[in-house]
């Protein structure tokens, strides 16, 4: 997947269906149009959660592979060590 990205992290009391308090982590990318990075990711357009083009892929195994290393590297430190 061309481009660098980023990570974003938001922290939002929201009503959730789950009774446990959780975190989305989002990569954001430098191709992203401005007037949509810089909100939250649920404000893009519908067609961008319906079309097969956007759909999670092979591609993006890259950066979820590096989110959940990063993830785990900053576990390492919690009693037990790793992640849970």
């Known amino acids: 997947m061309p481009g660098a990205w980023t990570v974003e992290v938001v922290a939002a009391a929201v009503s959730h269906t789950d009774d446990f308090l959780h975190a989305h982590i989002r990569p ?3 191709w992203e ?3 949509l990075v810089r909100g939250p990711v649920w404000l893009y357009p519908r067609d961008r959660w319906t079309d097969p083009l956007y759909r999670l892929g092979p591609g993006h195994e890259p950066v979820r592979s590096n989110i ?3 993830l785990d590297r900053l576990g390492a430190g919690r009693p037990g060590g ?3």
């Open 28 to 30: 954001r990318f430098d």
């Open 68 to 70: 959940g290393a990063e």
């Open 82 to 84: 790793g992640p849970p």
């Open 33 to 35: 149009p401005d007037d």
